[in-house]
């Protein structure tokens, strides 16, 4: 029932962008007629199929064709049609005041409905152009704590990634220039909040490539980890997940690979950390999809019921949700990721409306919480208005 709502919703998108194309098209070349209509309208209608075919073919190589090149366009129609909508409403609006003031609304001219069409489409290549740059360049940005925060004596250095999302646009280079950024650091603690792919670990292609990559890892305790909503296999519609948690499955194979990665993984676990004050680690799966056939995750007291009270907690949790709530359970810092700071304007500004924190540092009632931007992509392979990001966090 949520595909086929999400599918029908898509459709309608679909039939709205063919008709505001032909409806520039008309206007730019009056003359034209079906030679020029007829096919424009029939490739875009072709190219918008491949997300919907991505969700609807099986995990497999077909399916992953469908994904990687409808993830790639809508990143094109999204800018291409949006600014178009937005053309079309402004003269929508305009047409309307000057019927009300007994002027006549006159139609754009061939003239400039052809500016029109030109600038739009140079606009969408160079924001794409761009923000795949953007997306691929990996950026390490610096954070500062007192080192009292998680009751240290010692200058400690963490390094926090998150969203990796290796799935069918990825390519391995990102993630090579991500391990550089991170052993650049010296870290003491390698913290991954989760999203190592993108809803089909298959999609990864090469899992042994990547795990190899990874296990390049430096830090002098290790790396830890835990799982987010988008590790388990389930179908995507231009990189939204379509199905509900009920139906999302956690790959067999993930274990093997964060082994092989070299990492720690906690899944609803704590774990001690002698050398730094007996630190406590508190891994939480994921909220929304906690994975292995658990339907609810454990509460943040069940999770912390054996932890000596006195001991500094730091929690990690992919998404930053209930933070209010943080210090009420005695956790001292919390790392999460999920939200990619809204990856794509105007992504950036929806989705500081709708979480408690998007990106950065903030103190919640004592707790102090690091939400990280992350390294890979979701849908589009862009990131406009954000950054791809290694957080290092200094305790001084």
Not at 43 to 60: H, M, Q, R, S, Y
Not at 194 to 218: H, K
Not at 340 to 356: E, K, S, T
Request: proline residues 6%; hydrophobic residues 45%.
């Amino acid at each position: 029932m949520r595909l086929a709502f999400f599918l029908l919703l898509y459709c309608a998108y679909a039939a709205a962008a063919l008709a505001l194309l032909v409806w520039l098209l008309s206007r730019a070349f009056p003359r034209a007629g079906r030679t020029v209509f007829v096919p424009a309208a029939a490739v875009t209608g072709v190219l918008n199929l491949l997300p919907p075919a991505g969700a609807l073919t099986p995990d497999g190589p077909l399916c992953w064709f469908f994904q990687k090149w409808g993830n790639i366009l809508i990143g094109y129609f999204l800018y291409f049609f949006g600014t178009l909508f937005l053309v079309w409403l402004v003269l929508l609006f305009v047409r309307l005041v000057r019927r009300r003031g007994r002027e006549s609304g006159r139609r754009p001219g061939q003239t400039a409905a052809r500016v029109v069409l030109a600038v739009l489409i140079v606009l969408t290549l160079a924001v794409n152009v761009c923000g795949s740059r953007t997306a691929q360049d990996v950026k390490v940005t610096h954070w500062e704590v007192p080192a009292e925060t998680l009751g240290q004596k010692e200058p400690l250095r963490i390094v926090l990634i998150a969203d990796l999302h290796i799935g069918v646009n990825s390519s391995p280079k990102l993630y090579e220039d991500m391990v550089g950024r991170i052993n650049e650091q010296n870290a003491d603690l390698v913290l991954v909040a989760g999203d190592i792919v993108t809803s089909s670990f298959n999609a990864m292609r090469e899992p042994e490539t990547y795990a190899a990559i990874l296990r390049g890892i430096r830090s002098r305790l290790g790396t830890y980890a835990v799982y987010g909503n988008h590790d388990v296999d389930e179908p995507l519609l231009g990189g939204f997940t379509v199905m509900g948690p009920e139906r999302a499955v956690r790959n067999p194979a993930f274990p093997a690979f964060f082994e092989a990665c070299g990492w720690t993984l906690l899944t609803d676990e704590t774990a001690v950390i002698p050398e730094l004050s007996g630190l406590v680690i508190a891994g939480r799966r994921d909220k929304m999809r906690p994975g292995d056939g658990v339907a609810v995750r454990a509460s943040l007291e069940e999770l912390l019921a054996g932890v000596d009270p006195a001991a500094p907690v730091l929690l990690l949790d992919h998404e930053p949700k209930g933070l209010d709530e943080l210090s009420r359970y005695g956790v001292d810092m919390a790392l999460s990721g999920h939200t990619h700071d809204g990856q794509m304007f105007p992504g950036n500004l929806i989705v500081r409306a709708f979480n408690q924190q998007t990106c950065g540092q903030k103190d919640w009632g004592g707790t102090q919480v690091f939400v990280t931007s992350g390294i890979g992509y979701y849908g589009p392979p862009l990131r406009l208005g954000t950054i791809s990001e290694v957080m290092v966090i200094d305790l001084r």
